[in-house]
């Protein structure tokens, strides 16, 4: 297979996810922008496409630090935000075996690397409805990420807010994380699920 074929497949899929995930774009970027303004943190949108959280929009914060988070970029799933929340809103089973599948080598020092210790923090992020990579994708930038879902309660997508991490003290992510949440929440409901209403399962991938 030549590099120019391989370069035209990859370009193909990433068509293809654009495509069938435009409605969810389309709902999700106004939301964000008024995420953004109300908590000053760049804002995106993402969904998983074989094993990877798949960035599909952004909203940056006005005179922020542009970040690394270019549409298309595949983020791996156990040490982004994104990735992480997305894992946790599977039955367990599921995301286990993804993460056997895909890896889960260390990134940085703060990676959650083990299984041990990537199940514990999915039970953490399906209890409190939103996950943290603190430094654990790249060092010194923190994320908070919330779920999408859609029809079925199955999740579609995930938010998440990105900053450095000396600018977000760890006292001030739960007011964050609530702000995001609240604004997934809007999206999700719609995207046709009912409003206030969310699909989280309990931990082990039981119905929560």
């Not at 899929?13 to 999700?28: E, P, T, W």
């Not at 995001?180 to 309990?202: F, N, Q, T, Y």
């Amino acid at each position: 297979m030549t590099r120019r074929y391989r370069l035209g497949l990859s370009l193909l899929r990433l068509g293809d996810l654009a495509v069938s995930n435009i409605g969810l774009a389309d709902i999700a970027m106004p939301i964000l922008r008024e995420l953004t303004q109300e908590i000053g943190m760049t804002s995106r949108v993402a969904m998983m496409d074989d094993g990877f959280a798949v960035v599909i929009g952004r909203v940056d914060a006005p005179g922020a630090i542009r970040f690394d988070a270019a549409l298309g970029r595949r983020e791996r799933p156990h040490c982004s935000g994104v990735g992480k929340v997305l894992l946790a809103a599977m039955p367990r089973p599921s995301a286990l075996a993804l993460l056997e599948r895909v890896g889960h080598a260390a990134r940085t020092p703060k990676t959650l690397s083990t299984p041990d210790l990537l199940n514990a923090d999915l039970d953490r992020i399906a209890t409190r409805h939103y996950a943290l990579d603190d430094e654990e994708d790249h060092e010194g930038i923190i994320c908070v990420a919330a779920a999408l879902f859609g029809h079925g309660g199955q999740a579609v997508g995930a938010v998440s807010v990105t900053t450095l991490k000396q600018l977000l003290p760890a006292e001030a992510v739960p007011t964050i994380a609530a702000a995001l949440v609240r604004h997934a929440d809007r999206i999700s409901a719609a995207l046709a699920r009912p409003a206030g209403r969310r699909a989280w399962r309990g931990v082990g991938g039981e119905p929560g």
